[in-house]
């Protein structure tokens, strides 16, 4: 995947630390790099999703970074858990 060095680079991370934030091993990451295997669809959306970039962007169909929209997956409880965990106090946390 020609773009990931591109994407990976702009934001200033080596191979091994975009590996450890996208859960992968740094040898997954390599290979997909230098195209020796790819990503599945579902990784493809998670990389799209870090890089903010297009799935299109990162498989080279085009050179327009295009518009992302990562859908939010939360259910109204786990909104509530969140919330009442942002308002404890740094010693309840």
């Not at 996208?22 to 990451?29: A, F, P, R």
């Not at 230098?34 to 050179?63: M, R």
Request: proline share 2%; glycine share 6%.
């Amino acid at each position: 995947m020609i773009k990931l060095f591109e994407l990976r680079t702009e934001k200033g991370l080596s191979q091994r630390e975009a590996a450890r934030i996208l859960k992968i091993s740094q040898g997954t990451y390599n290979n997909w790099e230098n195209g020796k295997t790819q990503p599945s669809i579902e990784q493809l959306i998670t990389l799209s999703a870090f890089f903010e970039v297009s799935v299109d962007y990162i498989i080279g169909n085009t050179d327009d970074y295009g518009e992302i929209v990562v859908k939010d997956t939360r259910r109204e409880e786990e909104e509530t858990v969140l919330r009442f965990y942002r308002n404890l106090k740094p010693e309840a946390k």
